[in-house]
T-cell receptor, first 114, second 119 residues
Framework: AQSVTQLDSHVSVSEGTPVLLRCNYS??????LFWYVQHPNKGLQLLLK??????LVKGINGFEAEFKKSETSFHLTKPSAHMSDAAEYFC????????????FGPGTRLSVLP | EAGVAQSPRYKIIEKRQSVAFWCNPI?????LYWYQQILGQGPKLLIQ????????DSQLPKDRFSAERLKGVDSTLKIQPAKLEDSAVYLC?????????????????FGPGTRLTVL
């Protein structure tokens, strides 16, 4: 069975400091992986995706993630946090490349302190 | 390009009542999804359509939930009768990809959701 683990339910950083949101997955196949962000009372927005091309993926708003198959990880990073980054972040695995079944992680709430 | 539209945005009902949600996907997107997001959790897939056919409804509680996409465009999700545990945000998403299609088109685009409160 496919699953996604987000190791931290809540991460708090100061504005201007680096952000690290951790994600580990399990999948029987070569997965596609995504990070989505959800601001309060707004829809889910795609930050970035990995689909078996370059293992370092750059997304919007300065975020990037690195696919590490040996560690089954897809951690999200940003060099410098901004107040507007405060939101809920979801790691998502699409476990096979035929269908398009999305499995969401439980989410990590990012707080950015002034 | 217009995004995924959903209505209503909020709904409050009493248990045992019925409720329906509507979704209009992005024009031309073949695949449509309904998710349930309970507070504090990630979205859970309820049903997936490709055009007007059901691809996956394994997690849809079929004794009370139903969904249709009659013309392969708009979709409705219905709950009848509602229970307290159905309180959640119901998200609709669409994707241009069909099963086996290019992975470059495999992202999903989400609507703003409908927040349902069952009293």
């Amino acid at each position: 069975a496919q699953s996604v683990t987000q190791l931290d339910s809540h991460v708090s950083v100061s504005e201007g400091t680096p952000v690290l949101l951790r994600c580990n997955y399990s999948s029987s196949y070569s997965p596609s992986l995504f990070w989505y962000v959800q601001h309060p009372n707004k829809g889910l927005q795609l930050l970035l995706k990995y689909t078996s091309a370059a293992t370092l993926v750059k997304g919007i708003n300065g975020f990037e993630a690195e696919f590490k198959k040996s560690e089954t990880s897809f951690h999200l990073t940003k060099p410098s946090a901004h107040m507007s980054d405060a939101a809920e972040y979801f790691c998502v695995v699409s476990p096979d490349n035929y269908g398009q079944n999305f499995v969401f992680g439980p989410g990590t709430r990012l707080s950015v302190l002034p | 390009e217009a995004g995924v539209a959903q209505s209503p945005r909020y709904k409050i009902i009493e248990k045992r009542q019925s409720v329906a949600f509507w979704c209009n996907p992005i024009s031309g997107h073949a695949t449509l999804y309904w998710y349930q997001q309970i507070l504090g959790q990630g979205p859970k897939l309820l049903i997936q359509f490709q055009n007007n056919g059901v691809v996956d409804d394994s997690q849809l509680p079929k004794d009370r939930f139903s969904a249709e996409r009659l013309k392969g465009v708009d979709s409705t999700l219905k709950i009848q009768p509602a229970k307290l545990e159905d309180s959640a945000v119901y998200l609709c998403a669409s994707s241009p990809r069909i099963a086996g299609g290019p992975l470059t088109h495999n992202e999903q685009f989400f609507g703003p959701g409908t927040r349902l409160t069952v009293l």
